[in-house]
């Protein structure tokens, strides 16, 4: 089986979809890639540092507002 | 007046996407998590100046971007001028196939000037329109639109894309600027 990477209908895809003034839509391979890159770090456990910070910013501002 | 949970509950929910972003900027996770606590910290202090109802992410996103930049120049950086990168810096990845690899496409997008890396990821991943990432990035829309048209030809360039090259940037940027992008 050597079948091609690309689906027949890819090319025309790309051009609808420009001319719909989106050129990194989902048939752009480079669209594709940066979204993927992009959501790979999206999709990460939250390191706890950021749970943490936010909870001293709260203790604080609340320390601050029994003053 | 106080924090409310509600925004703690929204900073909360963009972290993820904020780290993204964050990522693509420093291109060093230990520095785009310190970019995200400062702005996590930043948003917190001027929670008063955020308007309920605006764009919240848009808003993180700016301070995000005000403090990367405002660190770079701290550290001496020069910025990257996208006008003054010349093509011979770039240097080619052959494409196996036509298949891009990530980490292909992660080289390649490191090699793009900040200002031009900023406005792809902004338009192409973040979600934002053309008109939220001037904001953003303060300048005007086409401003945006031709850093975009010019990143995504450079990614083809050190890609070695093909297929698509004919069909999008030069003629957005030929919208945007009256003339075609040289490069």
Known sequence: MDRMEKPADTEANIVRLNKNGDPLGPNSEIGRKLKQYYEDIVSEEIPDRFSDLLSRLETAE????EE | MAVSAGFKADLISAIPSLRAFAVSLAQNSDRADDLVQ??????????????????????????LRNEFYSQMRKRGREVQDSDGVMTSRLAVHPSQQGKLDLQDFRA????????????????????????EAAVICNCAV?????????????????????????YGPDSIAAQVMGSPVHG
Request: proline content about 1%.
């Open chain 1, 62 to 65: 609340r320390s601050k507002n």
């Open chain 2, 38 to 63: 400062e702005t996590l910290v930043k948003a917190w202090d001027k929670h008063e100046s955020f308007q309920m109802g605006t764009n919240l992410k848009a808003w993180l996103f700016t301070i």
């Open chain 2, 142 to 166: 086409g401003t945006i639109k031709s850093r975009v048209s010019r990143a995504r030809t450079r990614l083809q360039e050190i890609l070695q894309v093909s297929g698509e090259a004919e």
């Open chain 2, 108 to 131: 390649a997008l490191e090699q793009l000037p900040e200002d031009q890396r900023e406005a792809i990821v902004l338009i192409g991943a973040s979600g934002f329109s053309y008109e």
